[in-house]
Nanobody, 114 residues
Framework: VQLQASGGGLVQPGGSLRLSCAAS????????MDWYRQAPGKERELVAG???????VYADSVQGRFTISRDNGKNTVYLQLNSLKPEDTAVYYC?????????WGRGTQVTVSS
């Protein structure tokens, strides 16, 4: 099973990015798809999550600015990042929990700077 994350980059404060994470390989019955992030010197934290039911959760720091969604047919989870702030700078990781196990992607760098 592989998780391929993409969409990161350098953006100015107030800008937007869209992250994608596609799961491939022998993966089935995906229940949870989450995005985490880790800034330098800080612990990895949950940013947003979406369940197979469509229920979503968000960290307070991103509520109203970030939107998580998923395409079950493509085994892909997305994270729309709007109104970005310098404190959003981090490596963003996707995590998938399926019937077969829990898998992490390698991460994609998001840098918010003027």
């Amino acid at each position: 099973v592989q998780l391929q994350a993409s969409g990161g980059g350098l953006v100015q404060p107030g800008g937007s990015l869209r992250l994608s994470c596609a799961a491939s390989g022998n993966i089935f019955s995906i229940n949870v798809m989450d995005w985490y992030r880790q800034a330098p010197g800080k612990e990895r934290e949950l940013v947003a999550g979406i369940r197979s039911t469509g229920n979503t959760v968000y960290a307070d720091s991103v509520q109203g600015r970030f939107t998580i969604s998923r395409d079950n047919g493509k085994n892909t989870v997305y994270l729309q990042l709007n109104s970005l702030k310098p404190e959003d700078t981090a490596v963003y990781y996707c995590k998938v929990i399926s019937r077969g196990g829990t898998y992490w992607g390698r991460g994609t760098q998001v840098t918010v700077s003027s």
